[in-house]
């Protein structure tokens, strides 16, 4: 059964860790995910963006299918389904089809209205048990055509959008999404500290996991930050399996065209990357 990811993040926040967010493009995708995080026992968000939304042809198949895998698997870990950089609009829907966790990116309106729609969503959260993730300061890199460059949130703002109710905030600190270029200046530590003194206990989140080096994440979290978002590097390492099962001529070997064979190495690679992130945030055995 989905669970809101307020109960697994406060938890992680208090006890100096930080639970996953893993985004998932497919069945492979929830079936990798899912399965690591059973057999290491940690807590896991499972990250839905509103173009993998439409891929995966709409928000009440991934329900379906998500809840399915747990009750198939065998999964007694807390798993929450959330909408990631979710509009306003996009937000209402997943709310509809079942999610138990959602994000309202409104961090490029004006910080007013941002706070206006926030509001409102709180309000529906709070009533149907889901928990809200907010946004304060843009994210950099590009995520499904919104793109930030690494900027910095303002911590006043980020208290602003924390006081209204929301489970988790995240904050632009010099993160960036998809790969990091060489001249990136790294996270920005004194903005994160700012903004943990003004907002207490609320878990962190930061975005853009994929390629920040393990002792500025693990920095990180001993400031509070208590969600990490991973995508690009499993579909690097998914990438570069299949990529190789393929080159290998492994694909003309017996039946080895078939889709579950084809993708099978992909999918360990998934495994693989996920066993890492959840080892180096601390997850393991606390579910």
């Given at each position: 059964m989905l669970v809101s990811a307020k109960e697994m993040l406060n938890k992680a926040k208090a006890g100096k860790y930080a639970v996953g967010q893993f985004n998932?493009?497919?069945?492979?995708?929830?079936k990798a995910i899912l399965q690591t995080a059973e057999e290491l026992k940690s807590p896991v968000i499972l990250g839905v963006s509103e173009g993998a939304g439409k891929y995966m042809c709409?928000?009440?198949?991934?329900?379906?299918?998500?809840?399915?895998m747990i009750n198939e698997l065998g999964i007694t870990v807390p798993v929450a389904l959330h909408l990631d950089h979710g509009s306003y609009e996009g937000a209402l829907k997943c709310i509809e089809a079942g999610f138990s966790s959602v994000m309202f990116d409104g961090s490029h309106y004006p910080i007013e209205e941002n706070i206006a729609k926030t509001k409102e969503l709180v309000a529906i959260c709070?009533?149907?048990?889901?928990?809200?993730?907010?946004?304060?300061?843009?994210?950099?890199?590009e995520e499904d055509g919104v793109i930030g460059s690494g900027e910095v949130a303002?911590?006043?703002?980020?208290?602003m959008i924390a006081d209204l109710g929301v489970t988790m905030l995240a904050a632009g600190i010099g993160n960036i999404h998809g790969k990091y270029p060489a001249n990136w200046a790294g996270l920005s530590f004194d903005t994160l500290d700012d903004i943990q003194k003004l907002t207490g206990t609320m878990p962190l989140v930061l975005h853009g996991g994929t390629g920040i080096p393990a002792d500025m994440i693990k920095k990180a979290i001993s400031l509070g930050v208590s969600k990490i978002n991973v995508n690009t590097e499993c579909q690097l390492a998914f990438a570069e399996a299949t990529r190789k099962y393929i080159e290998a001529g492994k694909d003309l070997e017996g039946k080895g065209f078939d889709?579950?064979?084809?993708?099978a190495d992909g999918t360990a690679?998934?495994?693989a990357t996920v066993k890492e992130k959840m080892e180096l945030f601390g997850s393991v055995g606390k579910a």
């Open positions: 998932i493009n497919n069945l492979e995708w929830t709409g928000y009440t198949t991934i329900v379906g299918m998500v809840n399915g709070e009533e149907k048990g889901l928990s809200l993730e907010a946004e304060v300061g843009a994210i950099g890199g303002d911590p006043n703002e980020c208290k889709p579950r064979k084809l993708l690679a998934i495994k």
